[in-house]
């Protein structure tokens, strides 16, 4: 899993709360990605950044938001809004954006 | 949206056998990249192999590429137990983001 660490692995809310997915990379990459993975299923692109306090939503960024307020750190907040939020998520970081990702060992997270 | 699509979605073989899997996507490309996952695991890169690129081989893996057709795949030979994983093929499309596809289950008996 690389320098990269995601906390915690699992991850259990209530419907209605918000909650935040930390990602720390110390790979001193300057793009990072979040993704979504429903079981069986490819990789969605929720959010991704390319330098420091940038970022745009990639194909299912409703419902989530991010912030990038230093290289190392790029968290995910899940909010109420997410219709189904349920899911595995990764995070990942490169040195630029389109090369070689290096990914997370993700968090399940549980929504009831 | 999906850029790579794979097939088969899932493929069973016997140690020793090789194994071959295809990726196919839409738009143009800088680059392809092939992933491994372990189940309830983050993804490792593979291999990337440029559109200037026709093949690319990293140990047991080889992969070839076709940008006419739009077409990559993965051949893995000689296949081993722990070689049992997804793998999902990932491209850098439109836009500085990637792409991946829904992934290939690849099951090898020992």
């Known amino acids: 899993d690389g320098g990269i660490t995601q906390s915690p692995k699992y991850l259990f809310r209530k419907e209605g709360q918000n909650v935040t997915l930390s990602c720390e990379q110390n790979l001193n990459h300057d793009a990072m990605y979040w993704y979504r993975q429903d079981p069986g299923q490819g990789l969605r692109l929720i959010y991704y950044s390319q330098i420091v306090n940038d970022f745009q939503k990639g194909d299912i960024a409703e419902g989530y938001s991010v912030s990038r307020e230093k290289k190392e750190s790029f968290p995910l907040t899940v909010t109420s809004a997410q219709k189904n939020p349920t899911a595995f998520y990764l995070c990942?970081?490169?040195?630029?954006?389109?090369?070689?990702?290096?990914f997370g060992p993700g968090t399940r997270l549980t929504v009831t | 949206s999906q850029q790579g699509e794979e097939d088969p979605q899932a493929l069973s073989i016997q140690e020793g056998e090789n194994a071959t899997m295809n990726c196919s996507y839409k738009t143009s490309i800088n680059n392809l990249q092939w992933y491994r996952q372990n189940s309830g695991r983050g993804l490792v890169h593979l291999i990337l192999i440029r559109s200037n690129e026709r093949e690319k081989h990293s140990g047991r893996l080889r992969v070839t590429l076709d940008t006419s057709k739009k077409s990559s795949s993965l051949l893995i030979t000689a296949s081993r137990a722990a070689d049992t994983a997804s793998y999902f093929c990932a491209t850098d499309g439109m836009g500085n983001d990637m792409r991946f596809g829904a992934g290939t289950r690849l099951t090898v008996k020992p």
């Open positions: 990942a970081s490169s040195v630029a954006t389109g090369i070689e990702q290096y």
